[in-house]
């Protein structure tokens, strides 16, 4: 059994950090680019947006609209569709008759595709970026394989407990920092006797809940027991992974019933709507909330999840990058990595944000000075980690996360009674699984 299958093939304790606490946070002068790459590559491209979120869509065509004025290369933009089909169906979206570049995520679900020659080798793309692209990223974007980059990081984002600071002010609990255990059980008991649920919850994707097991078991047991499990070095069955297990049945109470319906834009509505009190996600969708309005954004709040454990504290955070890759099946793969590289750039990253976008950049020339103050916290967030994950699903092998953890917590929140058998299945099948060339 291969043991090392993991992103960028060096430690996630340093992936980011660069970019988190430094590279992120500079303030470059400089100018817009133009025409980003195209002298190397020209024609009409086609795009596909990991999205069907009307703000997303959004985006993706200031993005587009931009890139075809500026370079007189003409893009043609398409949402996904249902991200979690779009996710599930990545490979034979590749294999088939993909648009040019499309937005995907680094880490393992890049890299494997990539070693299956499904994906343009954008190493140059990302070298002509230069000092806009700081090294953290360009190591978060390497494939340990080969030494090479296949994807442009564009956007990062931490996975942080989500709520309404009008809510927690309601509640007598400090609107800023909810921090322990205690806090966190004070804010769900006080929003479900406020008849309101007290831990949104949305696993429809299969995907989604694993944010919260990997949060719980680096609260519990440390960065690395959680990422020795992930890639096979600790067992399923081992006592303290039982216990995560266990600490999320006490949270299944608080949740609403519907979880295995709803996906993460059910939990994204439920506090939109002000119908719970706080839900465990990335913050990618904050720009929902703006669109709503400025009343609502300002309310938002992002916090790490609480300590349970003082011997680790809050010391970790999954923290994942997105991009845009280019397709090797393309019609146009040259013009795709040109306009990856340009989405990468300072000027794609202006046009998103003209459009409405609230993401932190993968561009050092960003002047974040000016960020709002859930900009600001987002940072803060990720400042305080020692260790940075990207997500259970991008640091674990993809022919296990999806198809194997993912229904096993389904299965569990449907049915904890039956935790030794869950975990005995996904020992099983971990044990079962072949060897990574």
């Known amino acids: 059994m291969s043991n090392e299958v993991t992103e960028n093939g060096v430690s996630r304790r340093t992936v980011l950090k660069g970019a988190a606490l430094g590279g992120i946070g500079l303030v470059g002068g400089g100018t817009l680019l133009t025409s980003c790459g195209s002298d190397e590559a020209s024609g009409p491209v086609t795009f596909t947006a990991r999205t069907n979120d009307e703000t997303g869509l959004k985006i993706a065509q200031a993005l587009a609209d931009a890139y075809t ?10 949402g996904s569709g249902d991200t979690n089909a779009f996710q599930d169906g990545i490979s ?4 088939g008759t993909p648009d040019d570049a499309f937005q995907w995520m680094a880490g393992f679900r890049t890299n494997f595709r990539a070693d299956q020659g499904l994906l343009v080798d954008v190493s140059d793309n990302i070298s002509n970026l230069g000092d806009q692209m700081p090294a953290g990223f360009v190591s978060g974007a390497t494939n340990p394989s080969d030494g090479k980059q296949y994807i442009i990081p564009t956007t990062w984002y931490p ?19 909810i921090a322990t255990w205690d806090d966190f059980m004070k804010l769900l008991e006080g929003t479900q006797k406020k008849g309101l649920i007290g831990y949104a919850m949305g696993d429809k994707g299969g995907w989604e809940a694993m944010g919260t097991f990997s949060i719980l078991n680096v609260r519990m047991n440390g960065y690395d027991y959680h990422i020795d499990l992930l890639n096979g070095r600790q067992k399923w069955t081992d006592q303290k992974t039982i216990d995560t297990f266990n600490q999320f049945a006490t949270l299944i109470p608080y949740m609403n019933k519907n979880f295995l ?11 939109l709507q002000k119908k719970c009190g706080a839900m465990m996600m990335g913050s990618w969708w904050a720009n929902d909330f703006l669109a709503q309005s400025q009343e609502d954004y300002d309310d938002l709040w992002i916090v790490p999840f609480p300590e349970i454990n003082p011997e680790f ?14 397709a090797t099946n393309g019609s146009n793969p040259s013009g795709g990595a040109a306009f990856a590289e340009w989405c990468g750039s300072e000027a794609g990253m202006l046009a998103a944000q003209g459009a409405g976008d609230t993401s932190l950049y993968a561009n050092s020339r960003l002047d974040t000075s000016g960020y709002d103050a859930f900009n600001k916290q987002k940072l803060a967030v990720i400042g305080e980690a020692k260790n940075v994950m990207n997500f259970l699903d991008r640091d674990c092998r993809n022919d296990f996360a999806g198809t194997i953890v993912g229904p096993a917590i389904q299965n569990f929140l449907k049915n904890p009674k039956d935790v030794n058998g869950i975990v005995d299945s996904m020992q099983e099948a971990w044990d079962a699984l072949p060897e990574l060339a």
Do not use: F
């Open 92 to 95: 034979q979206y590749l294999q």
């Open 313 to 326: 504290g809050r010391d970790s955070i999954d923290a994942p990058v997105d991009g845009v890759c280019a």
């Open 159 to 177: 996975w942080g407990l989500h709520y309404r600071k009008s809510t927690m002010s309601e509640l007598g609990l400090d609107p800023e920092n």
């Open 261 to 271: 319906d709803i996906s993460w834009d059910g939990m994204r509505d439920l506090l």
């Open 69 to 78: 004025a500026e370079t007189g290369n003409e893009v043609t933009m398409q």
